[in-house]
T-cell receptor, first 115, second 114 residues
């Protein structure tokens, strides 16, 4: 069965510090992997996605993520966090195939940025 | 890029009444839409998958008679919460599949049942 684990419920970092949000997945085949960000009371905005090819994926807002098949991980990173990055971050996995298939989400990591 | 417009963003209704939430794909045709429910500080839980012109597929534990989903056109899917109760208060988000590998989300609807 598919599952997505985000081990960190809440992370606090100082503005300007680096950030890494962890994501591990369990999937029967090679998945599509996504990171989304959600501000309070808002929908989800796609940060980046991985389907194949280069395992280091660049996204919007200076975020990147690295797919590590051996570790079943897709961790999100940013070298220098801005106060506006404070939000909820969700890792998601989807099927690497055509068809009407939904995404499975992790439980999310809430990021707090302190001055 | 693909945009999904979800309306209303917030709604307060009385217990026992029904509420309709709309999701429209503005610049593409959405053959498939997904409806999620999100409890405070929790993840998104898939409620149902709707396909244009056919009946929705509900996840286990979701009451199809309570959460009516209609996907009558390629640009509109609706979720109606019937006979709403306070425990139905939640954040509801729709998502449309765009092509083989894209998912676009609406901005969500905060439902409060009083």
């Amino acid at each position: 069965a598919q599952s997505v684990t985000q081990p960190d419920i809440h992370i606090t970092v100082s503005e300007g510090a680096s950030l890494e949000l962890r994501c591990n997945y369990s999937y029967g085949a090679t998945p599509y992997l996504f990171w989304y960000v959600q501000s309070p009371g808002q929908g989800l905005q796609l940060l980046l996605k991985y389907f194949s090819g280069d395992t280091l994926v660049q996204g919007i807002k200076g975020f990147e993520a690295e797919f590590k098949r051996s570790q079943s991980s897709f961790n999100l990173r940013k070298p220098s966090v801005h106060w506006s990055d404070a939000a909820e971050y969700f890792c998601a996995v989807g099927p690497a195939q055509t068809g009407a298939n939904n995404l499975f989400f992790g439980t999310g990591t809430r990021l707090t940025v302190i001055p | 890029g693909a945009v999904v417009s979800q309306h209303p963003s917030r709604v307060i209704c009385k217990s026992g009444t029904s509420v309709k939430i709309e999701c429209r794909s503005l610049d593409f045709q959405a053959t498939t839409m997904f409806w999620y429910r999100q409890f405070p500080k929790q993840s998104l839980m898939l409620m149902a998958t709707s396909n244009e012109g056919s009946k929705a597929t509900y996840e286990q534990g979701v009451e199809k008679d309570k959460f009516l989903i209609n996907h009558a056109s390629l640009t509109l899917s609706t979720l109606t919460v019937t006979s709403a109760h306070p425990e139905d208060s939640s954040f509801y988000i729709c998502s449309a599949k765009t092509g083989l590998d894209g998912y676009t989300f609406g901005s969500g609807t905060r439902l409060t049942v009083v």
